[in-house]
């Protein structure tokens, strides 16, 4: 099941299925001609769907259709029977009838609608001019010590993936999976994920089941020039491959992403040894020690992010060999984060003077605000509403009135706090969850958003940022010493 049809997020073999299904139960009101050759007609392509579809793996959003499809199947085939044995057909009375056909019916639409609220993601296409390529590294730290373990001799390790501009690979080449790189740990992960948020796994069972449009281990576009670079730090328990829409999109356009994934922290972490590495942060309940926790995290996870610009570093200056080797330009980094990783990009531009631009994915500024932002930053946030927290505004503003670079807080109508992620794709279209932009919208204008920012920052690009940022929402931009 690897093609889904747009709109519907069902594959055609299950959209087969689905109409096979309702014809079987609408056959039962058709003429008494026609009814025969329908009836027969309808359970034949259900039958084979269903079969061919058993094989490949059936989507639990699938089993209401299956229930109304074995309920209506005996009352259309008996009629056809008993005339075929010569016996007189039998049929039910319409006011019996009715109701029966209402509840198969009913049955079958849940299919399509749970389909729909729980589907297998559809990527949207990278708009670049460069394919994209993706693979995933593993580096531990020999100077820093692993703080979430008792092991003194532990050090601090952690999971990267890369997303670059590569050449176009061969007609039919495997596209990547989603969540992992083996359909094994994309379920591992899918589970880690939905179990954090106290949701049974099989709900959100299609996003591993996903292919996104960027090839493992492609090979890098053109023999020379160097590329900028975007570290990301996901949300609390949040993994790599949270923004892979995003990182695909700012690949095709000639960036280099790199997506860490946090040990401990990230809600599952495959390691190259084989071994998981499951979540051990947790929030309290009280917010003063909630708050010096986030602090203490958001502070690892800081660390992190700097270790991996210095990993990065070593690959553009061949220390390290890769396909990317001296294809890196460290001279121009951006550090960004959802949620608490946009904290965490907020503190490492803090502390680490080669990060040259931030981008903050609506995170609540997490441990101390000095020294200042030295860096030009972009801060995106959901729509404010009275459920907000009150401290986050005023935390977040004071941060960037602060910076002694030009700072933008852009505030995007109808976004809330998963918008600035993958989850609108294949998370139910609640609007208190992921937003009332859509799944087409969504990561369109966080894309755009971002891609205008670093286009100017990094790239240098004349274009009036704040005229083109405020297309988008509300946009407060920040200068040294004149802030409006």
């Given at each position: 099941m690897t093609e889904i049809i747009t709109g519907l997020y069902m594959s055609p073999l299950e959209f087969l299925a689905l109409l096979g299904a309702v014809v079987l139960v609408v056959a039962r009101w058709l003429p008494a001609a026609a009814r025969p050759r329908v009836t027969i007609a309808a359970g034949a392509v259900f039958v084979l769907s269903a079969i061919v579809l058993s094989v490949a793996g059936i989507r639990w959003q699938l089993l209401p259709v299956w229930a109304g499809a074995a309920f209506a199947l005996p009352f259309a085939f008996a009629p056809l029977l008993r005339r075929r044995s010569g016996r007189p057909a039998w049929r039910a009375r319409w006011w019996l009838a009715l109701p029966g056909s209402a509840v198969c019916l009913g049955l079958i639409t849940a299919g399509p609608v749970a389909a729909w609220s729980f589907p297998v993601p559809v990527f949207p296409e990278p708009s670049g001019r460069f394919a994209v390529g993706t693979r995933v590294v593993q580096w531990t730290d020999p100077h820093r010590p692993e703080t979430f373990t008792a092991d003194r001799h532990d050090r601090r390790t952690v999971v990267v993936q890369l997303w670059y501009p590569a050449r176009e690979s061969p007609a039919g080449a495997q596209r990547a999976q989603y969540l992992g790189r083996t359909g094994h740990e994309a379920r591992i992960v899918s589970d880690a994920l939905a179990g954090q948020v106290g949701l049974p796994g099989f709900l959100v069972d299609g996003a591993p089941q996903a292919r996104t449009h960027a090839v493992f281990n492609a090979a890098v576009v053109g023999r020379s020039g160097r590329f900028p670079v975007v570290l990301f730090s996901p949300g609390s328990g949040g993994v790599r491959t949270q923004n892979t829409a995003w990182a695909e999109e700012l690949a095709s356009h000639g960036y280099v992403v790199a997506a860490l994934d946090h040990p401990y922290d990230s809600a599952a972490v495959v390691l190259s040894e084989g071994r998981t590495v499951h979540t051990r942060t947790a929030s309290t309940g009280d917010r003063e020690?909630?708050?010096?926790?986030?602090?203490?995290?958001?502070?690892?996870?800081?660390?992190?992010?700097?270790?991996?610009?210095?990993?990065?570093?070593?690959?553009a200056r061949g220390e390290i060999a890769g396909p990317l080797t001296g294809r890196l330009d460290t001279s121009r980094v951006a550090v960004t984060g959802h949620s608490m990783g946009g904290a965490a990009a907020l503190q490492a531009a803090r502390q680490d003077g080669r990060f040259d631009a931030v981008i903050d994915l609506d995170g609540y500024p997490h441990g101390p605000t000095s020294p200042s932002l030295r860096q030009p930053t972009l801060a995106l946030t959901q729509a404010i509403t009275p459920g907000t927290d009150p401290h986050y505004l005023p935390r977040l503003t004071k941060a960037l009135k602060l910076s002694t670079a030009t700072s933008y807080r852009l505030t995007i109508p109808g976004a809330a706090h998963l918008t600035f992620m993958d989850g609108p794709l294949y998370l139910p279209p609640v609007p208190s969850i992921v937003g009332s932009l859509g799944r087409t919208e969504s990561p369109r204008v966080v894309a755009a958003t971002t891609l205008a920012f670093l286009d100017t920052t990094l790239r240098h690009t004349p274009d009036d940022l704040a005229d083109v940022l405020s297309t988008y929402g509300d946009l407060h931009v920040h200068r040294p010493g004149n802030s409006r």
């Open positions: 020690k909630d708050d010096l926790l986030a602090a203490d995290w958001t502070a690892v996870r800081a660390a992190d992010l700097s270790f991996v610009l210095t990993q990065l570093d070593r690959l």
